[in-house]
């Protein structure tokens, strides 16, 4: 008797890369990625990219702009860039159009754009104050209002925003940007209330101590980047690519019933 031949080779792998692609693709996407040019918003705006999406940067510096661009051209993701300031009004306005006007409306919104400036509280001026608030919270909040209800006429959207250990617990002076990135952390909750019966989902990723310019002020201090690097249960501090997973995750399909979350990427800083 002749035995029966075995399934071919590409079966169980074409399988599985379709259930995967169901999941985790993002082909026939487009993203905007507020600070995509650098740490954390680069790394994802790489991650929704090379998984399919048409990704727009919007960030200040033409040269680190064009530079990321170029590189996930490379890598043979659509990709564009805007520059822009988000510290007014007016600046969040024209870059919105502007990024719109690219591969058309955005399915995925991520808000990693941010300052870092932090006197001590009793220093702080409103001048701090105004610029903080301007770039870490009024921003995404306009944004989420420009795009959040196309997104919920259209049936679909991811809303992900990059918020702070500072958001939930006061530590290395919180000041200002704390306060900011509470407020994003609340207002995620918001949107998810209003936009996810339509297929919204709005959710935060809280990173702990992070490698990244933003963080300059701590990473050039080898002594204090040893010391928050031991208070995780992994042992290290942050990479700006450890954010890749997550947010293709939450940009995806497979995210779909998580919303008004925080996920915290932080190697067990949190909870140690």
């Not at 719109?100 to 932090?118: H, K, M, Q, T, Y």
Request: glycine share 12%.
């Amino acid at each position: 008797m002749t035995a029966p031949s075995p399934p071919p080779a590409s079966s169980p792998s074409s399988a599985s890369s379709a259930y995967l692609a169901r999941l985790f693709s993002l082909e026939g996407r487009v993203a905007l990625v507020t600070g995509g040019s650098s740490g954390i918003g680069r790394a994802i705006a790489e991650a929704l990219a090379r998984a399919g999406a048409g990704v727009v940067i919007v960030a200040r510096r033409e040269a680190e702009l064009a530079a990321t661009v170029r590189d996930l051209e490379s890598h043979g993701c659509r990709a564009a860039w805007v520059s822009a300031d988000l510290g007014t009004r007016e600046g969040v306005a024209r870059a919105a159009e502007e990024a719109a006007g690219v591969f058309g409306e955005p399915d995925i919104l991520v808000n990693s754009a941010a300052v870092n400036l932090r006197p001590p509280m009793g220093e702080l001026g409103q001048d701090v104050w105004d610029t903080t608030m301007a770039v870490n919270l009024q921003a995404p909040y306009l944004l989420g209002q420009r795009f959040g209800p196309g997104m919920a006429e259209r049936g679909f959207g991811r809303i992900i925003h990059i918020t702070s250990q500072q958001a939930y617990r006061a530590f290395v002076q919180s000041g200002a940007y704390g306060v900011s990135k509470a407020g994003l952390a609340a207002l995620a909750r918001s949107q998810a209330e209003a936009w996810s019966p339509h297929g919204v989902t709005c959710n935060a990723l809280v990173p702990g101590f992070v490698m990244t310019p933003l963080n300059a002020r701590l990473s050039d201090d080898p002594e204090t980047v040893a010391a928050l690097a031991a208070r995780t249960m992994v042992g290290r501090n942050g990479l700006a690519e450890d954010f890749a997973g997550a947010a293709v995750f939450l940009a995806g399909a497979a995210s779909g019933y998580i919303t008004g979350q925080a996920l915290f990427v932080d190697g067990g800083l949190s909870v140690h």
